[in-house]
Nanobody, 113 residues
Framework: QVQLVESGGGLVQAGGSLRLSCAAS??????NAWYRQAPGKQRELVAG???????NYADSVKGRFTISRDNAKNTVYLQMNSLKPEDTAVYYC?????????WGQGTQVTVSS
């Protein structure tokens, strides 16, 4: 059974940092990504990573967020620095294998001003 379990969300002041983790089980994934959804807004891609090492970022987080993978642990991380109030959202881990796309349950990130 495929499972994605996120952790690391919380409340932080503007300018602070958080690191989100997404532990995968049940499959090996070729593409991993982090999305976020703020209240009243559509879910948006934050960062993506392929098993070959290619990464991409939303313009709004470039230079502040870093996605990384530990293939031995089948875990993907999102290091978030210089957080802003507009980064407040539920963050979701997504992973893709040959069978399709899987989603984590989401973790809340709240940045206070």
């Amino acid at each position: 059974q495929v499972q994605l379990v996120e952790s690391g969300g919380g409340l932080v002041q503007a300018g602070g940092s958080l690191r989100l983790s997404c532990a995968a089980s049940g499959s090996i994934f070729s593409i991993n990504a982090w999305y976020r959804q703020a209240p009243g807004k559509q879910r948006e891609l934050v960062a993506g990573s392929t098993s070959g090492g290619t990464t991409n970022y939303a313009d709004s987080v470039k230079g502040r967020f870093t996605i990384s993978r530990d293939n031995a642990k089948n875990t993907v991380y999102l290091q978030m620095n210089s957080l802003k109030p507009e980064d407040t959202a539920v963050y979701y881990c997504a992973a893709t294998n040959i069978r399709g796309v899987y989603w984590g349950q989401g973790t809340q990130v709240t940045v206070s001003s």
